[in-house]
């Protein structure tokens, strides 16, 4: 089956820095989702993608289509506390067809 | 708050036993969707109904089903329990717009399954 790759599997960052991570597949996926989790919580819809190319912000989040529909990256600026968690992204073949996941990018914000 | 009940919450129970997930989908959502997630482990996508029907099947064991009914709501199965069953148990729905998925999905808080 379609496999997601997602690097680095885990990064360590000081307060107010920037970061990115990004999303890999071999297959071409049609929509593109983020989601962040929490400890023992349900993940959290951050971002969707639906064109190739296509960039959109949601507050100090964006996130980015890959030109060939085989990746996205979603970048965070100036990181909070807050940030800290679990960062999935999950592509989708076509409308109607079940979400594939990525083994997630764990992010430590430090003081 | 996504809008997606799953209940219960907690749920302790001895391996051989059988436990029924419960899942309601947003207002007005289609399409519902099992994941398990084991500890410290991505999801893993079970399998999926849009309205009532079965529409995909990931790594679903043959010990567990599931199904949606009429009203829309959702039940997942988990039968013959093992220690390895223990994990998270989420229920998405997506929303519809016409007869097609927005392409959006929504995760409930989970059902967390330990088997002793």
């Known amino acids: 089956g379609q496999q997601l790759n997602q690097s680095p599997q885990s990064m360590f960052i000081q307060e107010g820095e920037d970061v990115s991570m990004n999303c890999t597949s071999s297959?071409?996926?049609?929509?593109w989702l983020w989601y962040k989790q929490d400890p023992g919580e349900g993940p959290v819809l951050l971002i969707a993608?639906?064109?190739?190319?296509e960039l959109t912000s949601n507050g100090r989040l964006t996130a980015q289509f890959g030109i060939t529909r085989k990746d996205s990256f979603l970048n965070i600026s100036a990181s909070i506390p807050s940030d800290v968690g679990i960062y999935f992204c999950a592509g989708q073949l076509s409308y109607g067809q079940n979400f594939v996941f990525g083994p997630g990018t764990r992010l430590s914000v430090l003081p | 708050d996504s809008g997606v009940t799953q209940t219960p919450k907690h749920l302790i129970t001895a391996t051989g036993q059988r436990v029924t997930l419960r899942c309601s989908p947003r207002s007005g959502d289609l399409s519902v969707y099992w994941y398990q997630q084991s500890l410290d482990q991505g999801l893993q996508f079970l399998i999926q109904y849009y309205n009532g029907e079965e529409r995909a099947k990931g790594n679903i064991l043959e010990r567990f089903s599931a199904q949606q009914f009429p009203d829309l709501h959702s039940e997942l199965n988990l039968s013959s329990l093992e220690l390895g069953d223990s994990a998270l148990y989420f229920c998405a729905s997506s929303g519809t717009s016409g007869r097609e998925d927005t392409g959006e999905l929504f995760f409930g808080e989970g059902s967390r399954l330990t088997v002793l």
């Open positions: 993608l639906y064109k190739a190319g």
């Open positions: 297959s071409i996926f049609n929509t």
